[in-house]
């Protein structure tokens, strides 16, 4: 009953920027309530947060390695989630996730709805 998809993956050189959108949908679903996260999972390696952000948007988590360069933010009218990364470095090429939940964490198993990922590579 809950769709998350993302979109805006792709390959980029260092350095270069990308924006992921997470679009939700579905019956039951009220986007305004949940809290949204990304999440990305390289080949090989466990999945690791990256950023989460509350329902008003005012409240807004990053991994350390991804602070400073990435930027989450949401637009409740739109049901969609963003992350802008900036400053790409190729150590964040993974499949990145969106994910929503009830509560603000930063484990994935905290998230009950899960998009079906989108590829970043990032070139040396």
């Known amino acids: 009953q809950v769709q998350l998809v993302e979109s805006g993956g792709g390959l980029v050189q260092a350095g270069g920027s990308l924006r992921l959108s997470c679009a939700a949908s579905?019956?039951?679903?009220?986007?305004?309530?949940?809290?949204m996260g990304w999440f990305r999972q390289a080949p090989g390696k466990d999945r690791e947060f990256v950023a989460n952000?509350?329902?008003?948007?005012?409240?807004?988590n990053y991994s350390g390695s991804v602070k400073g360069r990435f930027t989450i933010s949401r637009d409740n009218a739109k049901n969609t989630a963003y992350l802008q990364m900036n400053s790409l470095k190729p150590e964040d090429t993974a499949v990145y996730y969106c994910?929503?939940?009830?509560?603000?964490?930063?484990?994935?198993?905290?998230?009950?709805?899960w998009g079906q990922g989108t590829q970043v590579t990032v070139s040396s």
């Open positions: 952000i509350n329902w008003s948007g005012g409240v807004i």
């Open positions: 579905g019956r039951t679903f009220t986007f305004s309530t949940y809290v």
């Open positions: 994910a929503a939940g009830r509560v603000a964490s930063a484990v994935a198993g905290a998230f009950g709805s």
